[in-house]
């Protein structure tokens, strides 16, 4: 488990304090999926490189299985990196070698023998889909490939814990949903704790369990992706999962309510029992639906009709109904 206690980080530049983290509070339990999302300068980055201590904290701890590893130095801090691999976006190759010689590095570094490291590379390699491009260099792959032989690396060592930091962003739409579904398949087959950052809604509705949004050096809020996606509570929340709500123009000046589906509702005919059972029309603004760990939720925003008598029997009848709904203000 990864436990973040008040975590603070801050850099002086030209003589300022610049606030890259202040205060953080997360929980990653063992073998989930957990995504930070948040916009550009929003800390994400500095965060999980605090995570391995490739960037010193401030303040704060950050507890791994219970102990504090900002006390750890020397051999006890290289050997807890051992158990935390990482993958970034500009995949961090060595160019003059082969993908197999890439993925073995660690375990040089580590002291595995040249045959144990061989063998452990390919295997991997396999893993990622890549064992007939073990002898070729980096120059020689496309930008998938690159990420998949980073991937290779990154679990060289047996990790119990994988730091993604924006792995998907330099990748087009179609090798990102592959890379996305190779992460999945590792967290499955091997039991990998990981923490994935990205600006990428569609990178958290993948394949993640839980996410947290970061706001400002601060987590603005966190939970469940479906209910967070269903349901965000914060500004910076809804601007990023809500950005691509777009609302037809033309409306009048009716109530207007946002309803939420869960997987259940999702399946049901909601909107027109509504309108038949209250024999009311309302106007459809906006509708979405996403699938998230598997299954279907939406989300729709309608416009009651002008009459506060009729709004309020559409309310009524929206208060007995199994759909979420607020009234947008």
Known sequence: MIELRELKKTYTAAGKSIVALDGVNLTVHDGEIYGIIGLSGAGKSTLVRCINLLEKPTGGQVLIDGQDITQFTGKRLLRLRRSIGMIFQ??????????????????????????????????????????????????????????????????????????????????????????????????????????VITHEM????????????????????????????????????????????????????????????????????????MILACQMPVNILFADTRKLCGAVYGQMMIELPDDEREAGKIIEWLKNSPVKWREEV
């Open 202 to 273: 569609k990178v958290i509705e993948r394949i993640c369990d839980k996410v947290a949004v970061l706001d400002r050096s601060h987590v603005a809020e966190e939970g469940n992706v479906s209910e967070v996606f269903t349901n965000p509570r914060s500004e910076i929340g809804k601007e990023l999962i809500l950005s691509g709500e777009q609302e037809l123009s033309g409306g009048g000046k009716g109530r207007r309510l946002r309803l939420t589906f869960d997987s259940e509702s999702s399946q049901a005919p909601i909107l027109s029992s």
């Open 90 to 195: 500009s995949f961090n190759l060595l160019e003059q070698r082969s993908a197999l010689k890439n993925v073995t590095f660690p375990l040089e570094i580590s002291g595995v023998g040249r045959k144990d490291a061989e063998a452990r590379a390919m295997e991997l390699l396999e893993l990622v889909g890549l064992s007939d491009r073990a002898l070729s260099y980096p120059s020689q792959l496309s930008g998938g490939q690159k990420q998949r032989v980073a991937i290779a690396r990154a679990l060289a060592t047996r990790p119990k814990y994988l730091l993604c930091d924006e792995a998907t962003s330099a990748l087009d739409p179609n090798t990102t949903a592959s890379i996305l579904e190779l992460l999945k398949r590792i967290q499955q087959t091997l039991g990998v704790t990981m923490v």
